[in-house]
T-cell receptor, first 118, second 112 residues
Framework: AQSVTQLDSQVPVFEEAPVELRCNYS??????LFWYVQYPNQGLQLLLK??????LVESINGFEAEFNKSQTSFHLRKPSVHISDTAEYFC????????????????FGKGTLLTVNP | SQTIHQWPATLVQPVGSPLSLECTVE??????LYWYRQAAGRGLQLLFY??????ISSEVPQNLSASRPQDRQFILSSKKLLLSDSGFYLC???????????FGPGTRLTVT
């Protein structure tokens, strides 16, 4: 089974500063990686995903993440954050539910609370 | 487009009472359905998943059960709630070749 480690439980930053949220996963032959964002008392929203191809993936609101196979990392970055980016961010890896690998579950990290201060 | 609903949004129940949380998905057929529980500082824990009507798999032994009476309906139940059942319960769906999952708005359960 896969595992995901989010190295920082809380990251406080000032508005317009850059931010990096770190994520490491256990190695596997094939890996599919995701970042989700959760605003208070809401469900999780898919922010971006890596399935294959380019190792740099981007979201529509300025976040990007880079898949690094050698370092088993999938860190999330944004060059300039806004107050509205304050939320909890979860890194996740897909994990086969059965030996046939036709169905998958998501294994999540414990989350990183990003707080953007004015 | 696909949407996922959960109700109720919040619930306060005494210890020993029964529980029923409902999740429905619209706009897709034969989805895989999932129940997760989120406890503070512990991320999300997969409780149950279902790949079809009447097909339920449990990831962890616990005081809860799940059922899928219809293709797009997933129900989480308990006969007698424990204090440790408190948490934020999230339903999710995926379909076909998609590896990602899409989540509902969640139910906040407080057991008193």
């Amino acid at each position: 089974a896969q595992s995901v480690t989010q190295l920082d439980s809380q990251v406080p930053v000032f508005e317009e500063a850059p931010v990096e949220l770190r994520c490491n996963y256990s190695s596997s032959v094939s890996v599919y990686l995701f970042w989700y964002v959760q605003y208070p008392n809401q469900g999780l929203q898919l922010l971006l995903k890596y399935l294959s191809g380019s190792t740099l993936v981007e979201s529509i609101n300025g976040f990007e993440a880079e898949f690094n196979k050698s370092q088993t990392s999938f860190h999330l970055r944004k060059p300039s954050v806004h107050i509205s980016d304050t939320a909890e961010y979860f890194c996740a890896v897909s994990d086969p539910l059965n030996s046939g690998g036709s169905n998958y579950k998501l294994t999540f990290g414990k989350g990183t609370l990003l707080t953007v201060n004015p | 487009s696909q949407t996922i609903h959960q109700w109720p949004a919040t619930l306060v129940q005494p210890v020993g009472s029964p529980l029923s949380l409902e999740c429905t998905v619209e706009g897709t057929s034969n989805p895989n359905l999932y129940w997760y529980r989120q406890a503070a500082g512990r991320g999300l824990q997969l409780l149950f998943y279902s790949v079809g009507i009447g097909q339920i798999s449990s990831e962890v032994p616990q005081n809860l059960s799940a059922s899928r009476p219809q293709d797009r309906q997933f129900i989480l139940s308990s006969k007698k709630l424990l204090l440790s059942d408190s948490g934020f319960y999230l339903c999710a769906w995926s379909v076909g070749a998609l590896y990602e999952q899409y989540f509902g708005p969640g139910t906040r359960l407080t057991v008193t």
